[in-house]
């Protein structure tokens, strides 16, 4: 299957500093990416949709000048965690999606961030 | 909000087949059942996936009830290395696709 990738696979930062995360789709293009967050013991839960070249779309409830995400290339998605705190200690996993709406999604190994 | 249900866990013995079921109750006709799995601290890994029709790939069956109201992931021989939280997803083509996780079910096999 396709491979994604994220970078890094777990951060330790400080509170009040702001963290990216990479997520790469190694052998395929991806016009879409997804991203999620996932609490402990907690199922994952979509944070934000990109699109290669345009600005994401938020789920309710997530802020959007918190959690910056740019798509600017077909493989590549970052976020940003600005002005991290404790309370955004979690695990960060984005996903990728090919040229059609009906193509599987193929998921990174995961982010580890805890702000301390 | 999720559109599935599936129990929060189940036990299976090394070896032997893991019935996994799903309620889909509300599944609209061109949405599809999508199968998931994710080993703890990792991201999840696609399982199967199918519409109407059972499917079946390398690593599991898929079964979806004529009425299309529920489903069951079967994998055939369990091993330890299948211990993980299995989600169940329907696919929500008019919101793009995104896949939009439940609670899964916590599978764990035993020697």
């Known amino acids: 299957g396709a491979v994604v990738s994220q970078h890094p696979s777990w951060v330790i930062c400080k509170s009040g500093t702001s963290v990216k995360i990479e997520c790469r789709s190694l052998d395929f293009q991806a016009t879409t990416m997804f991203w999620y967050r996932q609490f402990p013991k907690q199922s994952l839960m979509l944070m934000a949709t990109?699109?290669?070249?345009?600005?994401?779309?938020?789920e309710q409830g997530v802020e959007k000048d918190k959690f910056l995400i740019n798509h600017a290339s077909l493989t590549l998605s970052t976020l940003t965690v600005t002005s991290a705190h404790p309370e955004d200690s979690s695990f960060y996993i984005c996903?990728?999606?090919?040229?059609?709406?009906?193509?599987?999604?193929?998921f990174g190994p995961g982010t580890r961030l805890t702000v301390l | 909000d999720a559109k599935t249900t599936q129990p929060p866990s189940m036990d299976c013995a090394e070896g032997r087949a893991a019935n996994l079921p799903c309620n889909h109750s509300?599944?609209?006709?061109?949405?599809?059942v999508y199968w998931y799995r994710q080993i703890h601290s990792q991201g999840p890994q696609y399982i199967i996936h199918?519409?109407?029709n059972n499917e079946t790939n390398e690593m599991a069956s898929l079964i979806i009830t004529e009425d299309r109201k529920s489903s069951t992931l079967i994998l055939p021989h369990a091993t330890l290395r299948d211990t993980a939280v299995y989600y169940c997803i329907v696919r929500v083509y008019n919101q793009g696709g995104k896949l939009i996780f439940g609670q899964g079910t916590e599978l764990s096999v035993k020697p």
């Open positions: 509300t599944i609209s006709g061109n949405e599809y």
């Open positions: 199918g519409l109407k």
């Open positions: 990109s699109n290669e070249g345009s600005k994401a779309t938020y």
């Open positions: 996903s990728a999606r090919g040229t059609s709406a009906n193509n599987e999604q193929f």
